[in-house]
């Protein structure tokens, strides 16, 4: 016959203090709360390089998206924007004038254009070959050298260039 037992009786004694427990418990508390006020802040850090990177890439992504259509140099382009920028303008703005001004040279190259002609400017050139949108700008920074500002800035939103 077998007996089968489903009772035990443990019997534990503490002699001594709590408070050491009590302490570590409190300290080990505040390092977890540190720890995770640490990885939400490496959490919103990350998250910021991010972004910054991703913007980064996406701005250069952009340019040479736009030297692509408009055959205009991409360091030609950061230089321009730098100008603009201490100019009071922006990078943006620069590009948006690419832009604007190569659609401008497109519809010219077939129509003909009396805003470029009135500034003594052919966009097409000897080798009958229609000119890069760098080298019609060039050419249009050196017509407006002789306007005045009001002229520049009515023949720049012709040429589809922002006035700034």
């Known amino acids: 016959m077998s007996v089968?037992?489903?009772?035990?009786?443990?019997?534990?004694?503490?002699?001594?203090?709590l408070s050491p427990l009590t302490q570590y418990n409190q300290s080990f508390s505040s390092a977890i709360g540190l720890m995770t006020k640490s990885i939400g802040i490496i959490s919103a850090v990350t998250g910021a390089m991010y972004a910054f990177a991703n913007s980064q890439f996406e701005a250069i992504d952009n340019m040479n998206q736009l030297s692509r259509e408009t055959g205009f140099n991409i360091e030609s382009m950061q230089k321009w924007g730098y100008v603009a920028s201490q100019n009071g303008s922006s990078i943006d703005k620069v590009k948006s004038s690419i832009s604007g001004l190569s659609a401008k040279i497109g519809e010219?190259?077939?129509?003909?254009?009396?805003?470029?002609?009135?500034?003594?400017?052919?966009?097409?050139?000897?080798?009958?070959?229609?000119?890069?949108?760098?080298?019609?700008?060039?050419?249009?920074r050196g017509a407006f050298a002789n306007l005045s500002e009001t002229q520049r800035i009515n023949y720049a939103e012709k040429l589809g260039i922002d006035k700034s």
């Not at 089968?4 to 203090?17: A, H, I, M, Q, W």
């Not at 003594?120 to 949108?133: L, P």
């Open 108 to 140: 010219a190259s077939i129509k003909g254009s009396e805003d470029f002609e009135m500034l003594g400017i052919s966009v097409v050139g000897a080798n009958r070959k229609v000119k890069d949108t760098e080298t019609i700008l060039n050419e249009v």
């Open 4 to 17: 089968v037992s489903n009772e035990l009786v443990t019997e534990f004694k503490f002699d001594g203090s």
